[in-house]
């Protein structure tokens, strides 16, 4: 049986083109949409009605659930609970913070165990003989942060992956409310916690809300992305960099190639690669947000993706369509 979410992927159009010597040698298919402040469809390239799994992107959202339960975070260690950490030095420690102050330890957590994200802090992770650890994990900001939810409402803490688990069921609620649409299918993330799927029309809904928030929980967590981006992210990563150069941008990076950000005025854009590759997403983020009227440096240099011949340019990944 197809999915809707198969069709709308089969059928997408190629939004990026990978060039070599000025030969195409291979195209990213994709679905991308941007929303109006009042949430309806300015622009679709493909099928954005579609759910889909928008993996780390919907953490913004868990952080809202997470304050909604209890959780008493702000600044780092609120941005850290939306976070797909590189797992620097400072995003561990942080992470210690958040689960020493709820009285809970690293063998609290649930996350799949793995090596930091970032290459930089990989290899000196594992310099110092150190193995795969949850802490370590780019998501355990955000299950320390769901630990400490679990200790403020007074939740078991020890099935908080669960999604019977009151705090995943108030996650999916506060998710539904922020897209304007039902929580299409549930499923295991990656790191072990529930992931849940809307269509990338209801994603970018719910982080143009987000952005133009004006106070609540949603305006505590895009205060602290714009304020420590570096904690969302990395020193070395592109969604650090895209907070950092457009004012007033929230923004969120996702496996299998989603994206989603949120502007000041209220619109939100979303996109996903067909086929889950990374290569692209930057630079079509880049050239949506450029065909908004957007200028900024930072979507010139996400827009440059070089293709490399023994080292040297030899091509480029050129977004089409957008």
Not at 15 to 36: C, K, M, Q, Y
Not at 163 to 189: K, Y
Not at 300 to 322: C, F, K, M, N, Y
Request: charged letters at 15%; one cysteine or more; proline letters at 6%.
């Amino acid at each position: 049986m197809t999915s809707p979410s198969q069709s709308a992927l089969a059928a997408a159009p190629v939004l990026a083109v990978v060039e070599r010597s000025g030969f195409v040698e291979s195209v990213h298919h994709g679905i991308a949409v941007i929303t109006n402040p009042d949430g309806s469809v300015e622009r679709a390239i493909g099928d954005a009605s579609a759910p889909c799994f928008p993996r780390s992107s919907n953490k913004p959202m868990q952080a809202i659930a997470m304050l909604e339960a209890g959780l008493e975070a702000s600044g780092a260690h609120l941005a850290l609970a939306a976070a797909s950490h590189s797992g620097e030095d400072f995003h561990i420690e942080g992470v210690r913070s958040i689960l020493a102050a709820a009285g809970l330890s690293e063998d609290d957590l649930q996350n799949t165990p793995d090596y930091p994200y970032d290459d930089v802090a990989r290899r000196d992770w594992i310099r110092a003989g150190r193995g795969p650890s949850s802490i370590a994990q780019n998501c355990s900001g955000k299950h320390a942060s769901m630990l400490a939810a679990c200790v403020a409402a007074g939740w078991d803490p020890s099935t908080y992956r669960s999604p019977e688990h009151p705090l995943q069921v108030l996650t999916a609620s506060s998710l539904s409310a922020l897209a304007g649409e039902p929580v299409a299918a549930t499923g295991i993330d990656g790191c072990g916690a529930p992931v849940m799927a809307i269509s990338l029309a209801g994603l970018a809904r719910a982080f143009g809300s987000i952005a133009a928030s004006t106070s609540g929980p949603s305006a505590a967590v895009r205060d602290a992305i714009r304020s420590y981006p570096e904690y969302l992210g990395g020193s070395r990563r592109d969604v650090t960099a895209l907070i950092r150069g457009v004012d007033g941008l929230i923004a969120k990076d996702g496996a299998e190639a989603v994206y989603a950000v949120g502007l000041a005025d209220g619109r939100g854009l979303a996109l996903k690669v067909a086929d889950g590759g990374q290569r692209a997403r930057p630079a079509i983020m880049a050239s949506l947000l450029s065909s908004l009227g957007i200028r900024a440096g930072v979507l010139d240099t996400l827009s440059e993706v070089p293709v490399l011949g023994h080292g040297q340019p030899v091509g480029a990944v050129r977004v089409v369509g957008i």
